[in-house]
């Protein structure tokens, strides 16, 4: 099988070309393939499938099996693979999710391959039950969360993928791989992770519009990202 593996700021994919794929369960594969100890090792499994209401769509298999809706990274790794390899040949094309139409945008460097991927995500959520979390429905903004003892200020929002932030004055100094599991298992998070679809980020204003970011994902490692401007 062929298979391209890419990553956006860390988070790691395996692409596979599949244009039959539409209704093809990958569970199996998507466990084997992105396994870091027995396969490949990856967050997901990428599937580019043939659409009838765009101009492709993507599929993407987390790495127990599960299906995602949506992932910023995982479709800004498929709007280059798919101009790069020529399967799509315009700059703005249509990519058809379980969230809905996505429309990457293209900005192609000296070598003609997509050095620029722009996507317009839509509205987050913050409504408590389309996340969805534990508790009564309202939005979760910079709400208090006991872990292990401390109490940490949360902001939680839907992405196609949930996700909870929290800010803190240095991401360097927090043992990400002490708290991320403590986060991962809290009780009012639990409906996120039985879906393994939680995701946590520790989060550093450096300047104007730049943020140090440390992001602990379902599995056991952690991705440290660069200061990006946004």
């Known amino acids: 099988m062929d298979f391209v593996k890419m990553h956006g700021l860390g988070n790691d994919f395996v692409f596979i070309e599949d244009k039959t794929g539409q209704d093809k369960d990958y569970t199996a594969l998507a466990r084997a393939m992105c396994n870091r100890h027995t396969g490949i090792g990856a967050d997901g499994l990428i599937v580019i499938v043939d659409s009838r209401v765009a101009d492709v769509r993507m599929r993407i298999i987390n790495s127990d099996g599960s299906e995602a809706e949506m992932c910023g990274n995982g479709i800004r790794c498929f709007a280059k693979y798919v101009y790069d390899s020529g399967i799509i040949e315009k700059k703005q094309f249509t990519v058809e999710t379980p969230a809905g139409i996505m429309e990457p945008e293209i900005t192609v460097g000296a070598d003609n391959k ?76 639990q409906i996120l992770t039985l879906h393994n679809k939680w995701m946590t980020g520790l989060s550093r204003f450096v300047r104007g519009n730049v943020v140090q970011v440390l992001r602990w994902h379902a599995e056991p490692a952690p991705v440290p990202l660069p200061s990006h401007p946004f």
């Open 114 to 189: 997509a050095e620029l991927i722009t996507i317009n995500m839509g509205r987050p959520s913050f409504n408590r039950s389309e996340i969805p979390m534990e508790g009564t429905d309202g939005r979760v903004l910079n709400e208090d969360l006991c872990v292990d003892g401390e109490n940490w200020k949360i902001t939680s929002l839907l992405m196609g993928v949930p996700h909870t932030v929290t800010y803190v004055d240095d991401v360097d100094s927090v043992d990400i791989e002490k708290i991320g599991p403590l986060f991962e298992k809290h009780e009012a998070l």
